[in-house]
């Protein structure tokens, strides 16, 4: 059974960065892309950023030149990483991580993300 497990959340100053990981336990095959997605409270899930098979990369306006999106796959192990920078109150939610396979999404819980002004 495949699960993802995200870490690295917390409290941070506005202007302070965090890098966040999800860790991929079992196997999967066939990935399409591997994703980031944020809720802050009251508002509907929003894609922060996501990569493809082929390395592309694609990022929404408001965390473009501040967040990068990386992978790895070591022996079997899949990680996506979520380095933030420059982060700002607005950046505030919980994250999830997200990958996409050509049958299935799986989803990790969510780590929480909160900025202090």
């Known amino acids: 059974q495949v699960q993802l497990v995200e870490s690295g959340g917390g409290l941070v100053q506005a202007g302070g960065s965090l890098r966040l990981s999800c860790a991929a336990s079992?196997?999967?095959?066939?990935?399409?892309?591997r994703a980031w997605y944020r809720q802050a409270p009251g508002k509907q899930r929003e894609l922060v950023a996501e990569?493809?098979?082929?390395?592309?990369?694609?990022?929404a306006d408001s965390v473009k030149g501040r967040f990068t999106i990386s992978r790895s796959r070591d022996n079997g192990k899949i990680t996506v990483y979520l380095q933030m920078n420059s982060l700002k109150p607005e950046d505030t939610a919980v994250y999830y991580c997200s990958i996409v396979t050509t049958s299935t999404d799986y989803w990790g819980q969510g780590t929480q993300v909160t900025v202090s002004s």
């Open positions: 079992g196997s999967i095959f066939s990935i399409n892309r």
């Open positions: 990569i493809t098979s082929g390395g592309s990369t694609n990022y």
